[in-house]
C-alpha cells in the first residue's frame, strides 16, 4: 500500500505489519499492527513525523519518494521506541538536513539506542511551538504511555493530535479511519491493557492536559485514526478511572484436575450470585485476553496447583503480569490444591504486593475437593459478593 493522503498536505507515510505477531518478544498481536508515520508539508517547511519499525525502513522510503518529497526539514519523534524511531538513522541518512525535534528526555534515549549524534538535534520544551510558516506545531509532552519521554505534537491550524502510542492500537487494517468502532476498540483495549494500565494516574493526567484543545482528528502511530475522538477519549476515560466493574478474573491452571474442579465450582457459585467471571486456562490463553480483563475486574483470584513446593509457574506467570500491570481491582485471592504441603499462598500472596487490593481468605484444598472444600469456594463467592455489594457493583 503506498502513502494515504490524510488531509491536504498531511499524508501517512507508515507502513502496515499484517504479520507481526509478538511485539517486545511478549505481546501477542493477533490482528498485527502499523507504525504510523505522517508527513506535514508547510508552505516553508516539511516535517516528518515519527518513522516506522527498522524492518518496514524500505516501505517509508518509498512512500516519500511517491510523493517526491526532496527535502525533509523536521523529524518529529515522539517516542524513542524503535518501533517509530528505528529508522531515524536512514531518514537523517537520505535528508542530512533534517534535525531530530524532541524533547531533551528522548533525545538521549535517542543516541543511547540509536547513537544519533548530538548535532542533529533540536530540542523542545512542553508547548513550545515550530513553524512549518502555514502550519504550527505544538509539542505537548505526555509522557508514561509506556515510557517516560513520550510527546505529542498539536497541528493547530488543523486541529490535529498526533498522539504516538496514546490512543493507538495494535491494528493492521487498510482503513486510514476508524470505520469497524468494536474492532478498533478491542485493539486499543488490548495495547492498553498490556503496556498502560500501569501508568493510569500519568494517563488521568495527561488526557486531563488535552481536554480543552479543540480536536478534530487523533493520529496515533499504530492503527487507524480517529475522526471521531470522542469515542476514544471516552474509552481512555473508562479504562483510567477507579471504576470497577462487578467481574472477577480467575486465571488458572491445573495438573490432574483438583484445582480445575475448584475453578468451576467457584465460577458457578459467582455466576450463581449475579457476578461476571472471565476465566484463563494459563496453559492455553493469550496473555493480551487476560490483561484486556484485568482492566475493568473488581476482582482477581488466581488458581494454582501446588508443583515443586510453590505455585505451578503458569500461575507465576500470571501473578507477576498482574502485579506489573497494577490493575485497579479492589480485591485479590488464591485456590488451589496441594499433595502434601507448600509454600503457595506466600508465594503468590507476595508477588502481588503492587495491587492496592484486599487479599481475602484463599482456599487450599489437600488433595481432590470435598463437600467441605466446595463449602468453602461458597463462602469465598460470598464474601466477594459482599465486597462487590458495598462497593455498589451490584
Ligand atoms: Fe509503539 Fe512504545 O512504541
Known sequence: ??????????HSVGAIDWDRRLFDE?????????????LIKGSEKTALLDTVDPTKEEELVAHLKELDIER?????????????????PRILKDHPEAKVVTNPKCKSMLMDLLHISDDKFTTVDDRETLSLGDKTLEFLYTPWVHWPETMSTYLRE???????????AHLATNDLFVKDKALVYESAKRYYAEIMMPFRAPIRKNLEKIKDLK?????PSHGPVHDEPEF???????????????????????MHGSTKRMVDHLAEALTERGIEVKQFNLTATDIGELAMALVDAATVVIASPTVLVGSHPAAVYAA????????????ASLIGSYGWGGKMADQITGMLSNLKAEMLQPVLVKGHPKDEDFRSLDR????????????KLC
Request: glycine fraction near 4%; proline fraction near 4%.
Open 158 to 168: 488543523d486541529k490535529i493530535l498526533f498522539s504516538c502510542d496514546f490512543f493507538g
Open 380 to 391: 469465598l463467592a460470598d464474601e466477594i459478593l459482599r465486597k462487590h455489594k458495598e462497593q
Open 320 to 331: 507477576y503480569l498482574a502485579n506489573a500491570l497494577r490493575p485497579k481491582a479492589k480485591f
Open 1 to 10: 500500500m503506498g502513502s494515504r493522503e490524510l488531509k491536504s498536505k498531511f
Open 72 to 88: 525533509i526539514d523536521y523529524v518529529v519523534s515522539h517516542h524513542a521506541e524503535q518501533d517509530h524511531s528505528g529508522a531515524i
Open 26 to 38: 511478549l505481546i501477542p498481536l493477533p490482528d498485527g499492527t502499523s507504525y504510523n508515520a505522517y
Open 215 to 219: 480536536i478534530e482528528m487523533i493520529a
Open 232 to 254: 476514544i477519549f471516552d474509552a481512555y476515560r473508562d479504562w483510567v478511572s477507579d471504576q470497577v466493574k462487578n467481574e472477577v478474573v480467575l486465571p488458572y491452571v491445573s
